[in-house]
DNA sequence: TGGATTTGACCGGA
DNA sequence: TCCGGTCAAATCCA
C-alpha cells in the first residue's frame, strides 16, 4: 500500500526537478532536430545528444532515489509468505484415503494479497502465448461469468523468485474472447524471449497508460491519445500502422512532424501478430523501483537519438513515472 | 518419477 | 459477510 504522505511530498519535492529536466529534455531534442536539418557539424550533434542524456539521467535518478524513499513507507506489494503451518500438514498423508478433510483444519493460504497496482491486460480471441513459461495455480469461479477465471505463475517463481503472475478470463462475448490480466514483472533471467521494441525519437511525450495496440497479420497499429499536460500539448494523439510485409510505418490523423515520428521494430510482431489485440496499461502503484534501469536503453548516433522502450516493459515505464488511473501525470 | 494440473480450503480486502 | 486470490495436497501424465 502507498503511503499517502509519503507519496505527496515526493510529488512536492521532486516534480519540479523532474519537470524542469524534461522539459529541458526537449529543448534539447529540439535544437538536435535543428542541428540536423541544418546539418550542422557532428561535434555540435554529439554535445547535444550528450545533454540530452544527462538530463534523462537526472530525470532517472531522481525517481529512482525517490522510488527508494518511498519504499519505506510501502507496503510489500508481493508476497507470498510460505505458510508456517505447513509442517502440520505433514501427517495428514498417514491416512490411506485420498483427498480427505485433514485431521487438524488446513491452515494454509498463509500470504498477502498482491495489490492489482502494475497490472496490464490484453485481450485477444484465442488464449496469448507470450513466450514465457506459466504454471497454473488456480481456478476459481467468477461472479456473474459464465467461464472460471485461471490463475498463472512464472514457473521460475521458487528457483528465480519471478513474480509475474497472470489471470486468464474467457470472456461471455460472440466470439468468445480471452482476457489475460499480467501482474508484476518478470523477474527470471532465462525464461523470456527479448521483448519487442518501439523505437521512438520523442520519448518523452508518450504515456503508456495512452497506447492501444492493435495487431494484425499484415500490421501491427499502436494509436495512443495522449493525456493533455502542458509539456505534452504538441503532441496531442497520433495512430500509426506499420506494415509488416512492405516494412513501413504509416501515420494516420495527425499528419506528425518529424520529430514526432514514431519508428516500430518488426519485432513487434513478437506481441502476437496474428491475432487482433488490444493492450491496455495501469498501474496505480510505485512499489517495483528495481526496474528503471532496465525499461530503457539510448544509444546515439550522428543521425537520430533513438530510446528503446520494450513493449514487455510498458508497465516499467508506467513504474518511473506512476500511471494511475488519471493518466501520465508528473 | 518428477513436473504440471486440479480443486477444496484459507485468508485478505471491500 | 462475500468475493476473489493464493496455497498446497491430491491427482494426472509424459
Not at 73 to 102: A, G
Request: charged content about 25%; some cysteine.
Amino acid at each position: 500500500m502507498e503511503c499517502s504522505s509519503c507519496s505527496e511530498s515526493l510529488l512536492m519535492i521532486d516534480r519540479k526537478m523532474v519537470v524542469g529536466e524534461l522539459i529541458e529534455g526537449r529543448e534539447l531534442t529540439n535544437q538536435l532536430q535543428l542541428l540536423i536539418q541544418n546539418q550542422k557539424p557532428l561535434v555540435e550533434m554529439e554535445t547535444t545528444v550528450t545533454k540530452i542524456l544527462q538530463s534523462f539521467g537526472n530525470v532517472l535518478s531522481i525517481l529512482d532515489s525517490g522510488e527508494k524513499t518511498g519504499d519505506v513507507c510501502h507496503s510489500p506489494m508481493t508476497t507470498q509468505t510460505s505458510s508456517p503451518f505447513s509442517d502440520d500438514l505433514k501427517s495428514v498423508d498417514s491416512n490411506n484415503d485420498k483427498r480427505k478433510i485433514p485431521a487438524v483444519k488446513d491452515r494454509r493460504g498463509g500470504y498477502k494479497r498482491r495489490k492489482s497496482a502494475n497490472s496490464w491486460t490484453r485481450i485477444s480471441p484465442n488464449p496469448i502465448e507470450d513466450g514465457h513459461a506459466w504454471r497454473k495455480y488456480g481456478q476459481k469461479e467468477i461472479l456473474n461469468t459464465s467461464h472460471p477465471r485461471n490463475y498463472f505463475r512464472c514457473t521460475r517463481k521458487f528457483d528465480q523468485g519471478c513474480q509475474a503472475t497472470k489471470q486468464v478470463q474467457k470472456t461471455d462475448e460472440d466470439p468468445p474472447m480471452y482476457q489475460t490480466t499480467y501482474m508484476g514483472h518478470h523477474t527470471c533471467t532465462d525464461n523470456q524471449l527479448k521483448p519487442p521494441q518501439v523505437i521512438l525519437e520523442n520519448p518523452t511525450s508518450l504515456s503508456p497508460n495512452s497506447f492501444n495496440f492493435e495487431s494484425t497479420k499484415s500490421s501491427t497499429i499502436i494509436s495512443c491519445t495522449q493525456d493533455y499536460h502542458p509539456i505534452f500539448s504538441s503532441f496531442p494523439s497520433f495512430k500509426l500502422e506499420y506494415d509488416e510485409q512492405n516494412h513501413k510505418t504509416i501515420s494516420m490523423g495527425r499528419q506528425l512532424s518529424s520529430s514526432e515520428q514514431f519508428i516500430l521494430s518488426p519485432e513487434l510482431s513478437l506481441l502476437d501478430s496474428s491475432e487482433p489485440m488490444t493492450m491496455l496499461a495501469s498501474s496505480s502503484g510505485s512499489d517495483h523501483g528495481d526496474v528503471i534501469s532496465g525499461a530503457y536503453s539510448c544509444t546515439t548516433s550522428s543521425e537520430k537519438l533513438e530510446v528503446d522502450l520494450g513493449l514487455g516493459s510498458i508497465d516499467d515505464f508506467g513504474d518511473v513515472f506512476s500511471f494511475g488511473e488519471e493518466g501520465f501525470s508528473i
